[in-house]
């Protein structure tokens, strides 16, 4: 059984970090893209950052570039997702996702994995 779980959520004032983890288990992951995903209250689903596997290329988009970095870990089986300089509209719940292709990266609709969540909350 496939499964993703999110760690690493909670509290943090506004222009703090926050390190998520995914830790991935249930089937081989090479090949696959890794993506992380918000979804405020109220709003659509919101691709994040994503990243292939074994690391190497990885996928920005304009929003959190700058502040947000994606990394992988593939002898413990974790992607990461360090948040800098977090600003209150950071706050969401952040999903770990994973995708056997690379169309469409920042689609929901493109993965097949979802992890349950983790909640992150920034205040001001």
């Known amino acids: 059984q496939v499964q993703l779980v999110e760690s690493g959520g909670g509290l943090v004032q506004a222009g703090g970090s926050l390190r998520l983890s995914c830790v991935a288990s249930?089937?081989?992951?090479?090949?696959?893209?890794m993506g992380w995903f918000r979804q405020a209250p109220g709003k659509e689903r919101e691709f994040v950052l994503g990243?292939?596997?074994?690391?190497?290329?990885?996928y920005y988009p304009g929003s959190t570039k700058g502040r947000f970095t994606i990394s992988s870990d593939t002898a413990k089986n974790t992607v990461y997702l360090q948040m800098n300089s977090l600003k209150p509209e950071d706050t969401a719940v952040y999903y770990c996702?994973?995708?056997?292709?690379?169309?469409?990266?920042?689609?929901?609709?493109?993965?097949?994995?979802w992890g349950q969540g983790t909640q992150v909350t920034v205040s001001s």
């Open positions: 249930g089937r081989t992951f090479s090949g696959y893209i």
């Open positions: 990243i292939n596997w074994g690391g190497g290329t990885t």
């Open positions: 996702a994973a995708a056997s292709t690379i169309r469409r990266v920042t689609e929901p609709s493109t993965y097949e994995y």
